[in-house]
């Protein structure tokens, strides 16, 4: 391969190396390398960690530098000299959580939400408590409706828990609500997932005029919602969540690990009286309980302040990188918030497979916009960039690269990789 093209035998060696990474190519000793079938399982929309490789802006993650690491170091401390026999020994949510469930509810109010103890679980994170509300509202063969560009698990979700997905359309306010009446009329949509607080890949912050539409929409269908908030008191001066206007019908789930620190994985779903028993029983059946130790560590920091104070220490470091993103994408067609974790870059005509790869062999690795499709209608090319998954300095020459890319003449990829 290397004579026929004329490059070095390291290079082709590397591009064969890649090829098998990604799976499109696997090798058999005695036999040559054979092209491996289309894989079912859709990629990931950010690759693994490679330090000093490149610059991760692919992957969603907050600002954090070693205070944050810190504060945990001496969390486990505190924890090993206070941990409580129940959350060590016991194998009985209903033995372990009481206590977290009240604390849980003071920090939903910081959210924006009234919740009793008992509607609320402790989760595994956010991931955990999706999963865990769209069993308990979409069994098997029926219809959940979302945004046409949403969270890059639902897809596989979709597949794994036998529901039907539907992208529905959006504009610069979030999920349109017409759409949403419309698809109604000819699916049998049991649930609306939304993200309306920045969390969604076009970073955008839904209004409240627009969640009231949604919520007479639901209401008119009698339909369930789950809206997920992981970023939480994270964004300031923002609407009332979904939640907040329909408590009745509105499974809510927010986490730590985005606006606090990416290891504490802890989260709450927060479900109305309807649905409390399908909760806890597919919490049980998926996960069991959340962890308990991390759990005391979450209910700590929210007692005592940490949680809060680190939010609004992310919330002033995000502005920060939301500045240099301006410096460095001045006059490119971005759209972002000043609180979100990423913003969401217009490519045009630009080929996005082309694109993501090219930014890649310079250094840069950044999601696809079509890992958070859900829809197969019309699309137009994008990137999510995640601002907090570096140090500041690297997120400038990151994002640098990108601009260059997109500035200058379309190139078509080479095989030197």
């Known amino acids: 391969m290397a004579e026929d093209l004329d490059l070095s035998v390291q290079t082709v060696s590397r591009a ?15 036999r040559g390398s054979f092209v491996q079938t289309q894989r079912s399982e859709p990629a990931p929309p950010y690759l693994p960690e490679r330090p000093g490789e490149v610059i991760d802006l692919s992957i969603l993650k907050p600002v954090s530098e070693k205070m944050h690491l810190d504060r945990l170091k001496k969390a486990l401390g505190w924890l090993s000299e206070n941990l409580p026999a129940s959350s060590a020994l016991s194998f009985r949510p209903n033995m372990v959580f009481p206590r977290h469930r009240a604390v849980a509810v003071e920090w939903l109010k910081r959210c924006g ?39 890059h698990t639902l897809v596989p979700l979709s597949t794994y828990l036998g529901f039907k997905l539907e992208g529905l359309a959006i504009d610069d306010d979030g999920l349109v ?7 109604c009329k000819h699916s049998d949509i049991r649930a609306v997932f939304v993200q309306p607080s920045v969390i969604n890949p076009t970073a955008t912050l839904m209004s409240e005029a627009r969640r009231q539409a949604i919520v007479e929409v639901a209401r008119k269908h009698d339909l369930a919602i789950i809206e997920n908030d992981v970023l939480g008191p994270l964004i300031e001066n923002r609407p009332p969540p979904i939640a907040a206007l329909a408590p009745e019908r509105t499974l809510y789930v927010t986490s730590f690990t ?8 802890i989260g709450y779903l927060s479900a ?6 399908a909760v806890a029983n597919r919490h049980l059946v998926s996960n069991w309980m959340a962890t308990p130790m991390v759990a005391e560590i ?12 680190l939010v609004n220490w992310q919330r002033e470091a995000l502005r920060g990188r939301h500045r240099i993103v301006a410096e460095v994408f001045d006059g490119l067609p971005y759209s972002s918030h000043s609180e979100s974790l990423h913003v969401w870059l217009s490519l045009g005509d630009r080929s996005e497979q082309s694109f993501v790869a090219q930014a890649r062999l310079q250094g840069v690795a950044i999601a696809p916009g079509t890992s958070f499709r859900t829809s197969d209608a019309p699309w137009s090319p994008a990137v999510r960039i995640s601002l907090g998954s570096t140090t500041g300095e690297e997120l400038r020459i990151g994002l640098g690269t990108v601009a260059r890319l997109l ?8 095989l030197a990789i």
């Open 16 to 30: 064969y190396e890649e090829l098998i990474r990604r799976g499109l190519v696997s090798g058999e000793i005695g």
């Open 113 to 151: 939400l009234t919740v009793a103890p008992q509607n609320v679980s402790v989760t595994n994170g956010a991931t955990a408590g999706m999963t865990v509300a769209l069993m308990s509202v979409a069994p098997p063969g029926s219809t959940v409706a979302a945004e046409a560009i949403c969270h």
């Open 177 to 183: 609500p017409e759409a949403l009446d419309e698809a």
């Open 258 to 265: 985005k606006s606090v620190v990416p290891g504490l994985r």
């Open 272 to 277: 109305p009286d309807r649905y409390v028993a």
């Open 298 to 309: 979450a209910s700590k920091w929210v007692a005592d302040g940490t949680a809060l104070e």
């Open 407 to 414: 500035l200058g003449d379309p190139e078509h990829l080479l």
